[in-house]
């Protein structure tokens, strides 16, 4: 399985950008698909994550960015999205996207067997 991840960007406080992380190779064993992110000096922290289930897809988020973040994927084209408003300057950081065969939202990296090479994002205040 191989993810890239894209979209990120320089963006004033109070933007928008849109992340996309694409899959592929074996990606019907990535049941639950995630987005971390690691400022510069910190360790790397889950952001938000979509699991599929039995009956619907289900979503976690870090607190500090519900109400502002969503995540969605879509199945036909392998690709997972961050839609990311209402930014602010402690956004700022690499995000990258991961995948696990598992159908819990982690939000330990290390559960994570798939990861993309990360999209940087800049939010200026």
């Known amino acids: 399985v191989q993810l890239q991840a894209s979209g990120g960007g320089l963006v004033q406080a109070g933007g928008s950008l849109r992340l996309s992380c694409v899959a592929s190779g074996r990606t019907s064993s990535m049941n639950t698909m995630g987005w971390f992110r690691q400022a510069p000096g910190k360790e790397r922290e889950f952001v938000a994550g979509?699991?599929?289930?039995?009956?619907?897809?289900?979503?976690y988020y870090l607190d500090s960015v519900k109400g502002r973040f969503t995540i969605s994927r879509d199945n036909a084209k392998n690709t997972v999205y961050l839609q990311m408003n209402s930014l602010k300057p402690e956004d700022t950081a690499v995000y990258y996207c991961?995948?696990?065969?598992?159908?819990?939202?982690?939000?330990?990296?290390?559960?994570?067997?798939?990861w993309g090479q990360g999209t940087e994002v800049t939010v200026s205040s």
């Open positions: 979509v699991a599929i289930t039995w009956s619907a897809d289900r979503t």
């Open positions: 991961a995948a696990g065969a598992f159908r819990t939202i982690y939000v330990t990296s290390s559960k994570y067997d798939y």
